[in-house]
């Protein structure tokens, strides 16, 4: 008995930087993403995201989804930017609230704060929650859609 217990115990421990690392792996686009777009490299953001995906966020309109959804979600947000004088955008993430994975598919919850400057003064949001849905295929992790709540 003793040396099933000591079996269990050692794949429990063993497993756990597993875990630990395959978490940080699903992070890594998400932290590709923000990190994007806090130096204005939209490419370097749009590269985070599958092809085919689904986005929610709080401008119109609205909604993307489908192939190169990601990227269309740039163009409009960088269009309502302008149209609001928003810039010097920031968004900075606490520690995850979820990281779950099965198999190759994962979900993530993230507090977030977002930054910017509207027409000269800075504003900051914080308490909004990013949720978003990933999928493991050859190319690794990517974001294939994501929900921006606002506070």
């Keep these: 008995m003793r040396k099933i217990l000591l079996a269990l115990a050692v794949a429990v421990l063993a497993a756990g930087p597993v875990a630990a690392s395959e978490k940080t792996d699903v992070m890594a686009p998400v932290h590709q993403w923000v990190d994007g777009i806090n130096k204005g490299d939209m490419k370097a953001a749009t590269a985070a995201c599958a092809d085919q995906s689904s986005i929610i966020d709080d401008f119109p309109p609205h909604e993307w989804h489908g192939a190169g959804a990601c990227s269309k979600w740039a163009n409009d947000a ?57 999928k493991k295929g050859e190319a690794g992790w990517r974001i294939t859609g994501w929900a921006w709540t606002a506070p």
Excluded: F, M, Q
């Design 78 to 134: 960088d269009a309502d930017n302008k149209k609001n004088g928003i810039t010097d955008e920031s968004v900075t993430l606490s520690k995850p609230r979820h990281i779950d994975i099965t198999a190759d598919r994962a979900y993530v919850v993230v507090p977030a704060t977002y930054s910017y400057k509207e027409k000269g003064p800075p504003v900051t949001e914080p308490g909004s929650i990013w949720t978003l849905a990933l």
